[in-house]
């Protein structure tokens, strides 16, 4: 096969994966160039400088902004009782690069990037900088061909589910805020119990409760035992302080 008719395949291979992906989220992009400049790595562009393609980049740059701004709206919305310090904090760890890969590798990233062979050749495909990179570009991309409204429908799908379950509340520590609460108060013991485990090994889900004298206070899910302990902790909180 010849060099341009690879080149062809691998991108219709890609595009198609693309298209599949955005039609499970029931999104259709009205600029196709700026869908496939959100998955092009600058590694692909410099093996293809006659076609005049353009990376993600400066989408990544716009994405980051977009990012910021819909999880401080939904953290600001959601959590109440959080004050500004904990609300950046919580949002630092949504929006950093471990976080960011969470989510594009929860949607296979990997496989629709635009990657020069030399990249490829070195593993960039699943490089955690890479992935999260691209996740931004394509968030900054969806804003610019649909809106804000379009970009928070897809982070309710994505992205807000993870903050909801407990998965980033190890950085705000709500056990050890628990802990401290009812030693104030002097209401009792507490203790925590994993009343369910399921799912595969790389996606498993955890349901813990929180017990104050025995008595359920509260109850979360996580992607592990701790962070459906500190998703109860929250509840628990919560229903303390109300």
Do not use: W
Not at 144 to 164: A, C, E, H, M, W
Not at 230 to 237: F, H, N, P, V
């Amino acid at each position: 096969m010849s060099g341009s008719k690879k080149v062809k395949e691998y991108e219709k291979e890609t595009n198609d994966r693309l298209h599949q992906f955005l039609e499970e989220f029931s999104i259709t992009f009205k600029n196709e160039t700026l869908l496939k400049q959100a998955f092009t790595h600058s590694s692909y562009v410099n093996e293809h400088r006659r076609e005049l393609k353009e990376d993600y980049e400066r989408l990544e740059f716009l994405g980051d902004a977009v990012l910021e701004l819909m999880i401080s709206q939904y953290l600001f919305k959601h959590f109440p009782d959080l004050s500004e310090g904990d609300m950046t904090k919580l949002r630092a760890a949504i929006v950093c690069e471990t976080g960011l890969v969470q989510f594009a590798s929860s949607l296979s990233f990997e496989d629709k990037i635009f990657l020069g062979r030399g990249e490829e050749a070195t593993g960039g495909r699943k490089r955690p900088a890479l992935l999260a990179d691209v996740f931004e570009a394509f968030i900054g991309a969806l804003y610019l061909d649909q809106g804000l409204n379009t970009v928070n429908r897809f982070l309710k799908l994505v992205v807000y589910p993870r903050i909801s379950d407990g998965t980033f509340s190890h950085v705000m520590d709500f056990k050890s805020q628990l802990q401290e609460t009812i030693q104030r108060k002097n209401l009792g013991e507490l203790d925590y119990d994993v009343v369910m485990e399921k799912g595969p090994t790389h996606q498993r889900e955890f349901l813990s409760k929180v017990l104050l004298n025995g008595e359920v206070i509260g109850s979360g899910r996580g992607h592990s035992k701790k962070d459906s302990e500190q998703s109860a902790a929250r509840e628990a909180l919560k229903s303390i302080d109300g």
